[in-house]
């Protein structure tokens, strides 16, 4: 069942959406050559825990760290580890927050050092995206105009959209309904309706969308092994459009 946010809600999904934004500025600070994501795990869960809020991934469902860090070819669910980041990757970092009984969740891919130009466009195109998906967030719009605007935008620019992985309703639990898809599904889709929060999500390769599973059940890869990226936002639908959570001053 798709809830619908109270205004009161929607505060306290704002503050915790805040702490994950300001995490994630923090960690892109600490980027570079010879850092490794279980340094930069260990600072956003003492960030988040100094702003008042709880990691939302650590422990969700056995996951055993605060961030995903999905590193290269790895799309989503990177367990953080001790392998330093080398100049020329790209880190996608997914941090979720709970703060009074509500969540926060968003991504960004990041550069670390110079990048070679295959890479940086791949980040462009993901991140325009997700401003694709954006546009088409309003009331009386429907959930699979989402994905059929993210498929197209990203299918005409070369890519390719992750299929095994969608974004998601989110509220005073991390995972609630609807699914968010990424892609063209039959039918018009659910409605959107004032006061839903859904966390929309693209995940883009450039290559296949085909994805193939680490060993520890966690680390989904491009099964190519091409680059992949990944950006998220959590969106509230309201009359006026988009209202993306923890931006407010």
């Not at 929607?10 to 503050?15: A, Q, S």
């Not at 795990?41 to 055993?64: K, Q, T, V, W």
């Not at 790209?90 to 968003?106: K, L, M, R, T």
Request: charged share 25%; proline share 3%; glycine share 10%.
């Amino acid at each position: 069942m798709v809830t619908l946010k109270t205004q009161e809600e929607l505060d306290l999904m704002e503050r915790a959406n805040r702490i994950v934004l300001e995490v994630l500025a923090s960690l892109e600070r600490r980027l570079r050559a010879g850092v490794t994501t279980r340094e930069l795990d260990a600072h956003a869960e003492a960030s988040i825990r100094e702003r008042g809020g709880r990691p939302a991934f650590l422990g969700y469902r056995g996951f055993p760290a605060t961030l995903c860090t999905s590193v290269n070819d790895v799309i989503v669910h990177g367990i953080p580890s001790d392998v330093p980041l080398e100049d020329g990757d790209i880190v996608s970092i997914d941090c979720g927050v709970e703060f009074s009984g509500y969540y926060g969740d968003a991504a960004r891919t990041y550069r670390v050092g110079a990048v070679s130009e295959q890479a940086a466009r791949l980040l462009e195109v993901t991140r325009r995206a997700l401003d694709v998906a954006l546009d088409c967030v309003a009331p009386g719009r429907s959930l699979h105009d989402i994905g059929r605007a993210v498929e197209r935008y990203v299918k005409d620019r070369g890519y390719s959209v992750v299929r095994d992985f969608v974004g998601h309703g989110i509220g005073s639990a991390l995972h609630e309904e609807p699914e968010v898809p990424n892609y063209r599904r039959r039918g018009r889709g659910i409605e959107l309706r004032s006061g839903m929060v859904l966390a929309i999500e693209p995940m883009v390769t450039a290559g296949s969308r085909a994805v193939k599973m680490d060993g520890d059940g966690w680390t989904a890869r491009t099964k190519d092994g091409s680059l992949s990226a990944h950006f998220e936002h959590s969106v509230a639908v309201t009359e006026a459009g988009a209202r993306v959570l923890g931006l407010a001053a």
